[in-house]
């Protein structure tokens, strides 16, 4: 009843889509392929078994907000054509909105699950990993390069926080580092917002300012859905706040914007 449930809701979505703008708007296939691919991950983790949704349930929305900053990434890489910027904008959030959807699909359908856990073998637990460092290295290179992804200061703070998270966690280090990382990754966006509303005056210094904002925050989210992945009796743990947390890393990316605008006018 729940699968008749969801398809039929899923119907009824496309026919609204189709009226808002045109069916085909919403449709990205390399977007799809974002978050397709960390779902086959997930099942690979837990060996193609039923409990792999509840893996999927707990990782898609952090899957969604690392392609979302990967994209914003890749349009403030490309500011050259601002009739672009549009449309680059609407394919980054698609992301998000097949990662809030399959979210919410999973959520639904794991509440009945009663299975225990499938403890992973050490090769499935490498290769869900490893798919997802895969899927992330390639989306990267194909927006604006890796090395455009790579930045000392957003490292370096990654680390203290990672160091910060192992010294004083008393759980061990797979779920100490997954569950904190993300709310960790905030620090480096204030750090970044701060430099940001320095530097208002000077349009150069605001891009590395915002560049720490975004890359602590990715490398975040990226390291917590890897280790997840590697160890998805972590990601079973129900995590109520991850739509909280979605609204609140669109705010940021809403403010990023507005300051990038406003250092323009």
Excluded: H
């Excluded at 952090?62 to 349009?75: E, K, S, T």
């Excluded at 349009?203 to 925050?217: E, W």
């Amino acid at each position: 009843m729940k699968v008749f449930s969801l398809v039929l809701a899923l119907a009824i979505l496309c026919v609204a889509l189709n009226f808002a703008a045109g069916l085909s708007v919403f449709v990205d296939l390399v977007s799809i392929a974002f978050i397709a691919l960390p779902v086959f991950a997930a099942f690979v983790a837990q060996g193609f078994k039923i409990q792999g949704i509840q893996v999927v349930r707990d990782i898609t929305i952090q899957v969604a907000i690392v392609g979302m900053l990967i994209g914003f990434l890749g349009i403030l890489q490309n500011m050259s054509d601002p009739q672009a910027l549009g449309p680059a904008y609407a394919i980054m959030f698609l992301v998000v909105l097949y990662g809030f959807i399959v979210s919410g699909a999973c959520s639904l359908l794991s509440a009945n699950i009663s299975e225990a856990l499938v403890t992973p073998s050490i090769g499935q637990r490498v290769l869900s990993s490893g798919l997802w460092l895969v899927l992330c290295v390639l989306a990267m290179s194909g927006v604006s390069g890796l090395f455009a992804f790579l930045d000392l200061a957003s490292f370096l703070i990654f680390a203290a926080l990672s160091l910060a998270i192992l010294g004083t966690s008393s759980s061990k280090w797979p779920k100490a580092l997954a569950q904190s990382l993300p709310a960790a990754g905030f620090v480096g966006v204030l750090i970044g917002v701060i430099g940001m509303f320095q530097n208002m005056a000077d349009p150069k210094s605001i891009g590395p300012a915002m560049a720490i904002s975004l890359l602590t925050l990715l490398y975040c989210n990226t390291v917590s859905v890897g280790v997840k992945l590697a160890f998805p009796e972590i990601a079973l743990e129900k995590s109520p706040s991850q739509f909280t947390y979605l609204g609140f890393v669109l705010l940021f990316v809403m403010l990023a914007t507005a300051i990038l605008l406003l250092s323009f006018v």
